[in-house]
């Protein structure tokens, strides 16, 4: 039976203008996309820019007109074959990771099983940690932050530094003190750059983030830069962690080989199909793999995960989710649990 593809285009506005150590926003856009087959349909989505949905509309549809939908892997092979000419990395691997999600939600519900109990349950519910803590926030924004993640039992709580490109490391380091100082006792105090530093600001910055009890130092330096993430690991305690922007299982085999913790987005990553292969790839190397942002998302594919850590709880996406589906997992205790219904569980909020 022939399948249709419809895409959607969301656009969130952000509460206030956010930023982090090298980019400004004040919106997210999701890409979704609805697969239908028959009775059944699957449902996934993309953090991108709208120029994805172009690409699932043209090329992506193109590569599926003749496939079996009972078979996800195959899809995604013939997707990724498709884009060969225009590059099946950034925004295209988003479009691409968007419509395998929603290919292996239709494809389990047409089986009648949970994706994780299709895929095979690790564990029956995934820690979370909060994410947020914008540079450009004030001590009291930060602070009721962490007061929500407090009381969401969260075991990890993650803020950004690097403020304008490693040019602020007096106020980072005086943030990453606050949090210390906020975050209850035991819990994973954690910090995020974006690639804001350089090899030399991101030793000097490390060594005081250890002195203040830091345990996770997310991308010090650019993914790009592997040697000096590889440099920054062998010389810091705490965790240097990175891989949010590996969008192939080459990406993340280069980056297994210079962090503490491999990050994997699922809409960035090729969905569920490229999610599986990249956490084999860091499981090689006796890594674990944490889950970037889109909880709701990973709650799945985190359950069904041998070396899963936790996933972020990242404060835009946990507030525009439920906008976004209904079904969404809700976080207590510091833990998101799958939901049991067929597929992932999650369906598009009626437009």
């Known amino acids: 039976m022939p399948i249709s593809l419809r895409t959607v285009v969301h656009r ?15 919106s997210t856009t999701a ?20 120029a994805a949905a172009e690409v699932i509309d043209t090329v992506l549809r193109r590569a599926l007109d003749e496939a079996d939908v009972s078979e996800p892997v195959r899809c995604w092979r013939a997707m990724v074959d498709a884009c060969r000419n225009i590059g099946a990395t ?48 004030d ?13 969401s039992g969260c075991a990890g709580m993650k803020i950004k530094i690097g403020e304008a490109w490693g040019s602020e490391i007096g106020r980072d380091l005086d943030r990453a003190r606050l949090l210390t100082e906020l975050a209850p006792a035991g819990v994973d105090c954690m910090v995020d750059a974006n690639g ?4 030399g ?74 999610w599986f292969r990249a956490a084999a790839v860091a499981k090689a190397h006796h890594l674990q793999v944490s889950a970037h942002c ?12 041998p070396n899963l850590r936790h996933i972020e709880y990242f404060v835009d996406h946990a507030r525009l989710e439920p906008a976004l589906a209904d079904g969404v997992p809700r976080l207590a205790d510091g833990v998101l649990v799958p939901n049991t219904g067929p597929g992932h569980g999650l369906t598009a909020v009626a437009q």
């Open 12 to 26: 969130f506005p952000t509460p206030h203008p956010e930023a982090d150590g090298t980019l400004r926003w004040d």
């Open 31 to 50: 890409v979704a996309v609805t697969v239908v087959n028959g009775d059944h349909q699957g449902f996934g989505w993309t953090y991108s820019h709208a």
């Open 90 to 137: 950034g925004l295209v691997m988003q479009a691409i990771s968007a419509v395998d999600v929603a290919l292996w939600d239709l494809h389990a519900q047409t089986l009648g099983v949970s994706l994780p109990r299709l895929w095979g349950r690790e564990r029956p519910a995934i820690p979370v940690y909060g994410s947020g803590g914008f540079v450009n926030e």
């Open 139 to 151: 001590a009291d924004t930060l602070a009721a932050n962490v007061g929500d993640w407090a009381r």
């Open 196 to 199: 804001a530093y350089t090899r």
């Open 201 to 274: 600001q991101a030793v000097r910055v490390g060594r005081a983030l250890d002195r203040l009890g830091i345990t996770w130092f997310e991308e010090p330096v650019t993914s790009d830069d592997v040697d000096g993430l590889r440099g920054l690991r062998d010389r810091l305690d705490c965790d240097v962690t990175a891989g949010e922007y590996s969008w192939t299982v080459d990406d993340t085999e280069r980056i297994s080989a210079a962090v503490d913790c491999v990050q994997l987005d699922v809409t960035r990553c090729g969905g569920y199909t490229g």
């Open 294 to 305: 889109a909880p709701a998302l990973h709650t799945p594919v985190a359950a069904a995960t």
